[in-house]
Antibody, heavy 121, light 107 residues
């Protein structure tokens, strides 16, 4: 079945970087965009951007421009999201999700299980 | 950015009740509106896509309607498994944005 499995929880210091991985299985990896969404504790969902696994093209929310980099390794069917210069308000669960529409502006299904990143000194 | 205003923020209901959640976009988004259900500690699950389409496996008691700026998610007869938080999402323009969520809890 279609599945996204994310890397484990991390604790980071302010100013450090984080890199979350998202390993895909059960479908044509290069055929569907992958989005990243985060959720701060007790808060709602925040869209961060997407990557086109086929050619590596990306689109980021303006809020994260200059701090986020989304990449992929097609040989191991894995997408990555790196966020730099971490602050305490980056503490959140980070999700990857497949855009099932075939383009970058569709619905997200399924989602990875989430990766908790805590930023604390 | 397109703002998505979801209401109510919470609703208390009983099993068997009809529940309606609305989502209003700050500008027209055609039918680029999707609904997700999220349970505590879990990832969101797609409930409705393109405003009114039901994914395979989602019970038919869930339905969506609307176009343009005003959208509705309806649960026709609330079941115990439906107590959760519901989010709308617009994907018409970047940044894609979510509503703030509606929590459905037990009355």
């Amino acid at each position: 079945q279609v599945q996204l499995v994310q890397s484990g929880a991390e604790v980071k210091k302010p100013g450090a970087s984080m890199k979350v991985s998202c390993r895909a299985s059960g479908y044509n990896f290069i055929g569907f965009y992958i989005h990243w969404v985060r959720q701060a504790p007790g808060q709602g969902l925040e869209w961060m951007g997407w990557i086109n696994p086929n050619k590596g093209g990306t689109k980021y929310a303006q809020k994260f421009q200059g701090r986020v980099t989304m990449t992929r390794d097609t040989s191991i069917r894995t997408a990555y999201m790196e966020l730099n210069r971490l602050r305490s308000d980056d503490t959140a669960v980070y999700y990857c999700a497949i855009d099932s529409s075939g383009g970058p502006q569709g619905w997200l299904d399924p989602w990875g299980q989430g990766t908790l990143v805590i930023v604390s000194s | 950015d397109i703002q998505m205003t979801q209401s109510p923020s919470s609703v208390s209901a009983s099993v068997g009740d009809r529940v309606t959640i609305t989502c209003r976009a700050s500008q027209t988004i055609s039918n680029s509106l999707h609904w997700y259900q999220q349970k505590p500690g879990k990832a969101p699950n797609l409930l409705i896509y393109a405003a009114s389409s039901l994914p395979n496996g989602v019970p038919s008691r869930f339905s969506g309607s609307g176009s343009g700026t005003d959208f509705t998610l309806t649960i026709s007869s609330l079941q115990p498994d439906d107590f959760a938080t519901y989010y709308c999402q617009q994907t018409n323009s970047t940044p894609q944005t979510f509503g703030r969520g509606t929590t459905v809890d037990i009355k």
